[in-house]
């Protein structure tokens, strides 16, 4: 088992940065691989990226690509998303997944495990 804690959200501006951070409890962190996903309002729940057990491999979403980077620190057990240049329709509930087969991949239904999410509202 894993518990997947988000946090970090909040109310920012449009061309604001923010930082998330899930943090990770139970089974070896280093087992997992790490995903953030995201569900805007009335939109379904859709990739925002990946990464990969100890980091040597990342996956981002096309249309986010250059201004969300997702990164890991295996000593904290935590992962981060780092969002910059926010826009009013990155507004999302994001959570956090984790995915034990040890493979990169963008389908949500590929992971195993889920935070409750944070919410990030982007206003314009």
């Known amino acids: 088992q894993v518990q997947l804690v988000e946090s970090g959200g909040g109310l920012v501006q449009a061309g604001d940065s923010l930082r998330l951070s899930c943090k990770a409890s139970?089974?070896?962190?280093?087992?997992?691989?790490m995903g953030w996903f995201r569900q805007g309002p009335g939109k379904e729940r859709e990739f925002v990226a990946a990464i990969s057990r100890y980091g040597g491999s990342t996956k981002a979403a096309d249309s986010l690509k250059g201004r969300f980077t997702i990164s890991r620190d295996n000593a904290k057990n935590t992962v981060y998303l780092q969002m910059n240049s926010l826009k009013p329709e990155d507004t999302a509930v994001y959570y956090c997944?984790?995915?034990?087969?040890?493979?990169?991949?963008?389908?949500?239904?590929?992971?195993?495990?889920w935070g409750l999410g944070t919410r990030v509202t982007v206003s314009s």
């Open positions: 139970g089974r070896t962190f280093t087992y997992n691989v």
């Open positions: 997944a984790a995915d034990p087969s040890g493979m990169v991949r963008a389908n949500q239904y590929e992971y195993a495990y």
